[in-house]
């Protein structure tokens, strides 16, 4: 076997061969110029994919945030708005980070022994593409569609009278939680719902979403730590 790690082969007792040349190094690869600052940034994909890749430029330090944004006005794509979020919420989203719609484990079908299950599969499903668009956590959303829909089912079994007093009971609670502008809250949580959620109205207009103070304490803050993340707020 040839012990390719000595000048020659074993046995090879003969004069050592002349020294060769060494082999030219080729010459130092020069770096490309995707680092720099140039109208180049932003061209090609979406909108969102261009703003992505700026703004994995501007995290791996490569370039300032304010190059970032020049570049992407320069190839006619505006720029993501500024992240508002206080620290609370920076934190909130940091240790409940939003679910994809497979992510939710939703058990919703015990409500409604005999529907079919093909539809209860429809429930389920729609229920969880709506709390994903609406970047939901996992946990928290399915906590709180389980609330709606028991909410539902419990004010539709409501009497007249009984019902006046859970509406009453619980307006005056979500605003002893959130303020006296809690109601004007609500509606603009409502809307930034309607506009996530898009063909998932049906949960959006739920009475369990109006009418149950823990429920809409929860979208509401929930709505205005998305705006705030979009530079809304």
Do not use: C
């Not at 040349?21 to 061209?43: C, M, N, R, T, V």
Request: aromatic content about 6%; charged content about 25%.
């Amino acid at each position: 076997m040839t012990e390719f790690w000595k000048d020659g082969p074993t046995g090879n007792v003969g004069a050592p061969p002349a020294p060769t040349a060494a082999p030219a190094l080729p010459a130092a690869a020069q770096p490309s110029d995707f680092w720099k600052p140039s109208a180049s940034i932003g061209q090609g994909g979406t909108p969102e994919q261009q703003r992505a890749f700026a703004d994995e430029m501007v995290r791996a330090g490569v370039m300032s945030k304010e190059a970032a944004d020049a570049n992407l006005r320069a190839q006619e794509v505006e720029p993501a708005p500024a992240d508002t979020r206080g620290e609370e919420a920076r934190q909130f989203d940091a240790t409940f980070p939003a679910a994809r719609p497979e992510e939710f484990n939703l058990q919703l079908g015990f409500r409604w022994r005999d529907a079919q299950p093909g539809w209860l599969n429809d429930v389920n499903r729609d229920t969880a593409n709506f709390l994903g668009a609406m970047a939901m956590p996992a946990s928290i959303g399915e906590a709180l569609a389980e609330r709606i829909f028991d909410v539902n089912a419990k004010i539709d079994a409501m009497r007249g009278p009984d019902r006046v007093l859970w509406l009453q009971e619980n307006k005056v609670q979500l605003q002893r939680l959130l303020g006296d502008n809690a109601p004007q809250r609500l509606d603009a949580a409502i809307a930034t719902l309607k506009d996530r959620g898009g063909p998932y109205l049906a949960l959006v207009t739920a009475k369990g979403i109006h009418n149950d103070a823990t429920v809409a304490a929860n979208l509401i803050l929930h709505s205005e730590r998305l705006a705030a993340r979009a530079g809304m707020k």
